[in-house]
């Protein structure tokens, strides 16, 4: 996915450094293209210092617990996690947003490799936060500047994960976390992760889970959209159309659950479009997009899996489960996984 190609470096102090793969041109050259085809990917809604804000504001409002819910699982089961992850291991994160949950499992890292070498005083973790908006990176790095670990944020997507891993020293401890897994299309991701991860590299993901235990389908079902079709939701997935000149009476914002079918049987997806009331246009940079009355934008999703249906992924992908924390109500999991040798 990466347009340009040019790796740039961007200011560094200390032991820190900002590589950027992706820039913000690029990123605004594909906001103009997707809406051009009336499709808004979720990447979009996170850019720039309004997308940061945008995504600060909905992780902390009452109506949206998804991401938190799994902060508070991460720091529960920390001590068992930090079990498995063998020292000296790099720690790369991605889609890393404002770096709280790195900044506590590194802090539990640092303490181990410290107990483990109590005479040498010295750790060696480095740490690549990683986002496609370089203002997140700032941050996640600001966030452990009084950490002794070597740290270097690179700007880029996912989707361009062999270009990232160019950037790291193995073995890594490769993170998507805050639900984003969720976002992607299961074999997608999971393939992706597959071909870039070498056979020491660990992975290490959450999920906010499909609620199943003692609920039926349909309340299942009132549960994920009382969530996803929130105020404060729906103004998330606005955000950039108000940001680049619509006014909110211009449009609709519409959240459905829909069955999709699978290799593994149906499971649950979100579809989110933007319909829009009447003629108007938007400014994105020297361009300018015409919509029409009746135009439907396209949106991103997110997936609502069982942990039946994750683990069922994971094997066909290629995976071993080394690890799973379950939340005592079943709706959030955090998966530490590896590559399978494959005999
Ligand atoms: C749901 S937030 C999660 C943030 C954080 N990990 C947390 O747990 O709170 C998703 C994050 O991924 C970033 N992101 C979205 N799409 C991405 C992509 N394709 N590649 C890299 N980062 C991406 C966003 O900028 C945002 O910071």
């Known amino acids: 996915m990466n347009s340009t190609g040019k790796v740039g ?8 450094e900002k590589i950027v793969v992706t ?21 979009l809604l996170y850019t720039d210092t309004g997308g940061a804000k945008n995504w600060l504001k909905l992780d902390g409002s009452e109506t949206f617990p998804v991401a938190r819910k799994l902060k508070v699982l991460l720091e529960k089961n920390l001590d068992s996690i930090v079990r498995f992850i063998p020292t000296g291991m790099s720690l790369v994160s991605v889609g890393v947003g404002n770096g709280e949950k ?12 410290l107990a483990e070498n109590p005479t040498s005083g010295k750790v060696s973790i480095r740490y690549y936060p990683i986002d496609i908006n370089g203002e997140f990176v700032d941050i996640a790095l600001e966030k452990v ?3 002794p670990i070597e740290k270097e944020g690179i700007v880029g997507f996912l989707e361009d994960m062999a270009i990232l891993k160019k950037n790291w020293r193995l073995p890594v401890l490769f993170c998507i976390l805050g639900n984003t897994f969720c976002n992607y299309e ?8 597959h071909e870039n991860l070498e056979q020491g590299d660990l992975f290490f993901f959450d ?10 389908a349909q309340s299942a079902r009132k549960s994920v959209l009382g969530t996803y079709a929130s105020r404060e939701n729906a103004l998330f997935n606005m955000y950039p159309l108000l940001q680049y000149g619509m006014a909110p009476e211009d449009f609709d914002f519409e959240l459905l659950l829909a069955h999709i079918n699978s290799r593994i049987g149906t499971v649950y997806r979100t ?7 009447k003629n ?3 400014t994105v940079g020297t361009e300018t997009i015409g919509f029409r009355e009746g135009d439907v934008i396209n949106m991103g999703f997110t997936y609502k899996y069982t942990y039946d249906q994750i683990t069922a992924f994971l094997d066909i992908c290629g995976f071993e489960i080394l690890k799973t924390f379950l939340s005592e109500d079943c709706t959030n999991a955090v998966v530490l996984a590896k590559k399978r040798i494959e005999k």
């Open 9 to 16: 470096f961007g200011q560094g102090s200390g032991n820190k």
């Open 23 to 43: 820039s913000k041109e690029d990123i605004e050259g594909r906001l103009y293209e997707c809406l051009k085809n009336h499709e808004l990917p979720d990447y």
């Open 102 to 113: 790195e900044r506590i499992f590194l802090e539990a890292l640092v303490k181990k490799n």
């Open 145 to 147: 500047d009084n950490l």
């Open 186 to 193: 299961p074999e997608f991701i999971l393939q992706l992760v």
């Open 207 to 216: 999920a906010n889970l499909l609620p199943t235990e003692g609920s039926d």
């Open 271 to 277: 579809r989110k479009s933007l319909y829009i009331l």
């Open 280 to 282: 108007t246009e938007l």
